[in-house]
């Protein structure tokens, strides 16, 4: 019996907890997202509304297009490809949301490998 009690509010705790996810919050503003590759951190700004983004990554600035899915999750296309590689559309999933901050999956459509980041809300 006390087996069962122990399971029964171990299901109990377990299932109270949900992950926090205020997508509609960074749905526009300005970003911050910074990205590590060997010794050397990169950060891009990002800017975004509704059906735009523009990120501002060291001396060049990207254009893309958003279409929502959900609060949680878009698509991004380049406006202005500069290869075939850029032409490829991106989905973004947000997974978490803390305060000023988002965790967010991202890959290739139709893709299947995906990779993990955090961005910081900078300004509204």
């Not at 032409?87 to 893709?111: D, S």
Request: net charge neutral.
């Amino acid at each position: 019996m006390q087996i069962i009690s122990s399971l029964l509010l171990l299901l109990l705790l377990t299932s109270c907890y949900e992950v926090e996810r205020n997508c509609a919050d960074f749905r526009i503003g300005t970003f911050k997202f910074e990205a590590v590759s060997g010794t050397e951190v990169y950060t891009t700004r990002i800017e975004r509304n509704d059906s735009i983004e523009i990120e501002y990554y060291k001396e060049s600035i990207d254009t893309a297009s958003i279409r929502w899915i959900n609060d949680c999750e878009y698509v991004l296309r380049k406006l202005n490809p500069k290869s075939m590689a850029e032409e490829k559309a991106i989905h973004i999933k947000i997974l978490t949301t803390k305060g000023n901050a988002y965790t967010f999956e991202f890959n290739e459509v139709g893709k299947s490998s995906k990779s993990r980041a955090s961005a910081v809300k900078t300004s509204n």
